[in-house]
């Protein structure tokens, strides 16, 4: 087919070894949370596309949205100048984050919402005075892949080629049931034997390590340790902002806030690239001065893009509506059921759920990487049978759009248990 001899003369694709990788697939269309490619063969997309499509495929309101936008301003750069849109989407946005978020500061990926917050973490000290370098963060955390970010994720293969090179980041174990002390242990001693500046973390799911899931009791009390040192945190709500673990953000089950908290992906339906990093006013006020040294010296081309954020509007008031709400409870109440189901089956470990979340892992008798033989075996095998799930070495996750199916995914369901027989 000659999109696919082109793609493969043209583009390098992201994490991939294209030497060994089986080839792309061609996707002429969407809708809702069907993908079909240029055969015409379909697919459950069962993971929102990386996250990022909870509203499903050629959604018609944020189609609409974008469309009016872009008939009366598409762009404007945002140094010296503001519009409605972002103006709009402050208001909105601010009213359904904790109460002590107070400030937006924009960027274009999760990865560029994670490198403002750090870059303030250690600027805010420089402004006061101090001098802190170091960045606590969780083991087998994934933040991004520009640099500071890389350098706050603990995925080894990821961050390999770079090691050396990277901003002071210390690492503390997962709080997970069970190891909820040595984590709290762990951050004691860290903060006291270094200058720390912040600690940032996946509130409640680590999305790259497997939909590793924790308790919000046990982030509690790592924030708090953290605010009796004036250590500053950081929430990563890229990947479970706007409904993932059944509330608008991770961070909203808990009952000690963050300083900062990062969103990108569903923030804008899946539709146009941005972020948003928003802060305390605490932290705005550590750069407000009449010493222009203590600005934040920061910015990204399409920063506040007016077309983004009419899609970030529109996406924020179908997160709200009752029917989208009603769905994160079907789709919970689906997965526990699902859940209780296979938990018993002699080849799961164990599964996990929160909110529209599910994750499998899968008993292998071996340690398996994340990009390993059994891994790629069952993305094909899912491929093959026209769902889209990107295993993460032996754990199958599903995270689908808030608008799929009872029937699609029962089909999903269907897949994995037999998967679980067929690849060894």
Known sequence: MEILKLDQENIWHPYTQHKTAMPPIAIARGEGALLWDTDGKEYIDAIASWWVNPFGHSNK??????????????????????????????EMLLKILPENQKKLFFSDNGSTAVEVAIKVSLQY??????????????????????FAAMAASGISFYTLAFQGMFIDVVRIPVPIKGQEQASYDALEKVISGHNCAGF???????????????????????????????????????????????????????????????????????TIPMAITTFTNEIFDAFYSEDINKALFHGHTFTANPTGCAASIASIKLLQTEQMQANLVRINQQHLKFADKIKNHNRV????????????????????????????????????????????????????????????????????????????
């Open 61 to 90: 309101v944020l189609a609409d949205a974008i469309y009016a936008q872009l008939t009366s301003l598409e762009h404007v750069l945002f140094g010296g100048f503001t519009h409605k849109p972002a103006v709009e989407l402050s």
């Open 349 to 424: 470990e164990v599964v996990r759920v929160r909110g529209v979340i599910l994750a499998i892992e899968i008993k292998t008798g071996a340690t398996e990487s994340y990009y390993s033989d059994f891994r790629n075996r069952l993305y094909a095998f899912f491929i093959e049978n026209g769902i889209i799930l990107r295993p993460v070495g032996n754990i199958v996750y599903i995270l689908p759009p808030y608008i799929i199916s009872d029937d699609q995914l029962a089909k999903i369901y269907e897949m994995i248990v037999l998967a679980l027989e067929k690849i060894k």
């Open 125 to 146: 000290f420089f402004n006061k005075g101090e001098k802190r370098t170091t960045i606590i963060a969780f083991e087998d955390a994934f933040h991004g892949d520009t």
């Open 200 to 270: 940032i973390f996946e509130p409640l799911v680590l999305g790259a390590a497997g939909m590793v899931m924790y308790e919000p009791e046990a982030l509690d009390n790592l924030i708090q340790i953290c605010r009796r040192n004036n250590v500053l945190t950081i929430a990563d709500e890229v990947m479970t902002g706007f409904g993932k673990t059944g509330r608008n953000f991770a961070v909203d089950y808990l009952t000690t806030q963050p300083d900062m908290i990062c969103v990108s992906k569903a923030l804008t339906g899946g």
